[in-house]
């Protein structure tokens, strides 16, 4: 069975630092795809990026930047500056792309607390 | 922007009860699911729902769970008889494809007292 670890329970910076939240993530199958989604205090779901295990490209767009690296089982994601707005809880999650995989698999989710 | 819409915000009810919770998806999407997340703990997913059947469903979601797509545009979880454990947030996605992401819902927190 799939399974996604976020080490990192709780972050705290101070406004304007940068910030790596870890994703490590376990699966059999060669291919499947990797979320993260963004659950601040008002507790909605906020999709952010979505990748595919054959596709290793970092991306970037804005202040924030994803490292996706296979050869380690890692998703990371980078807020650079960080802003009191990005105080939230930061969820990555694995899907499977074989027919009759439909869930996503969630990690327990890295609380992120930006300091003004 | 087009979003997953949820129905109630907040809902306390007593043991035993029946609850329906409400989700209206993503109009031109085709995949729908049903998530619990309870107090501070991770998201687990309980069913997908696709071609008005049910694609997949978790452990979590037995007997006492069902979702139906009454119409073309509502998506609903019913409860029969609720339990303590089952207090919780709900969260309602849609997807347009099975591979495309999933947009989630604001949640409806269920209290059962």
């Known amino acids: 069975a799939q399974k996604v670890t976020q080490a990192q329970t709780e972050i705290s910076v101070v406004e304007k630092e940068d910030v790596t939240l870890d994703c490590v993530y376990e699966?059999?199958?060669?291919?499947?795809?990797l979320f993260w989604y963004k659950q601040p205090p008002s507790g909605e779901l906020v999709f952010l990026i979505r990748?595919?295990?054959?596709?290793?490209q970092n991306e970037i767009s804005g202040r924030y930047s994803w490292n996706f690296q296979k050869s380690t089982s890692s998703f990371n994601f980078t807020i650079t500056a960080s802003q009191v707005v990005d105080s939230a809880v930061y969820f990555c999650?694995?899907?499977?792309?074989?027919?009759?995989?439909?869930?996503?698999?969630f990690g327990k989710g890295t609380k992120l607390s930006v300091i003004p | 922007e087009p979003e997953v819409t949820q129905t109630p915000s907040h809902q306390v009810t007593q043991m035993g009860q029946e609850v329906i919770l409400r989700c209206v998806p993503i109009?031109?999407?085709?995949?729908f699911y049903w998530y619990r997340q309870i107090l501070g703990q991770k998201v687990e997913f309980l069913v997908s729902?696709?071609?008005?059947?049910?694609?997949?469903k978790s452990e979590i979601f037995d007997d006492q769970f069902s979702v139906e797509r009454p119409d073309g545009s509502n998506f609903t979880l019913k409860i029969r008889s609720t339990k303590l454990e089952d207090s919780a947030m709900y969260f309602c996605?849609?997807?347009?494809?099975?591979?495309?992401?999933?947009?989630f819902g604001p949640g409806t927190r269920l209290t059962v007292t």
């Open positions: 996605a849609s997807s347009e494809k099975l591979s495309y992401e999933q947009y």
């Open positions: 699966t059999r199958d060669t291919t499947y795809y």
């Open positions: 990748r595919n295990s054959f596709d290793e």
């Open positions: 999650a694995l899907r499977l792309s074989g027919a009759g995989s439909y869930q996503l698999t």
């Open positions: 109009s031109n999407h085709l995949y």
């Open positions: 729902f696709y071609n008005n059947e049910i694609s997949e």
